[in-house]
């Protein structure tokens, strides 16, 4: 059994190895895992948003979902994850309604986020649910995909 819940301190040392584990080790990003480490996920609620946990029955953090404004009308997505082993269960959906349950409620317009192009499967994930993709606007960074949705529904 999966359990959500807003992220607290507790949960810091697991959602660090979850961070990780996904994007430094399956997908090769070694150059996040510092700042990755220093992250300070209360940061979320300090910007006007949320972090979610997907907990499992041992209190171990499985998967991660985070939102805050960019600005008054805009709501950025982030720390989307789940452990590889538990894919395909349906958490990253839960997951995602309650990102856009809670963005929805907040009467934001518009949510972003961004991803890397051989990130495939969250690629996928986010056309399969309504984004758009969008002009990168940090050129800087290479093979960085941007989307965007239209929360007027």
């Not at 910007?47 to 979902?65: M, Q, R």
């Amino acid at each position: 059994m999966i359990n959500f819940i807003e992220y607290t301190d507790r949960y810091k040392p697991d959602t660090i190895e979850l961070i990780i584990q996904i994007l430094v080790e399956e997908y090769g990003f070694y150059e996040f895992k510092k700042s990755i480490e220093k992250t300070d996920f209360n940061q979320y609620k300090k910007k006007g948003g949320k972090l979610w946990l997907a907990i499992n029955e041992d209190n171990e953090v499985v998967g991660s979902i985070a939102v805050h404004r960019k600005s008054r009308h805009t709501v950025k997505l982030e720390k989307v994850y789940v452990k590889k082993e538990y894919r395909k269960n349906g958490i990253a959906k839960m997951l995602w309604n309650l990102a856009l349950q809670y963005a929805i409620e907040k009467e934001y317009e518009k949510m972003t986020v961004a991803t890397y192009e051989n990130m495939k499967t969250a690629v996928a994930f986010y056309k399969k649910n309504g984004f758009i993709e969008c002009e990168n606007v940090r050129k800087r960074v290479k093979d960085e995909k941007h989307f965007f949705l239209s929360l007027h529904m």
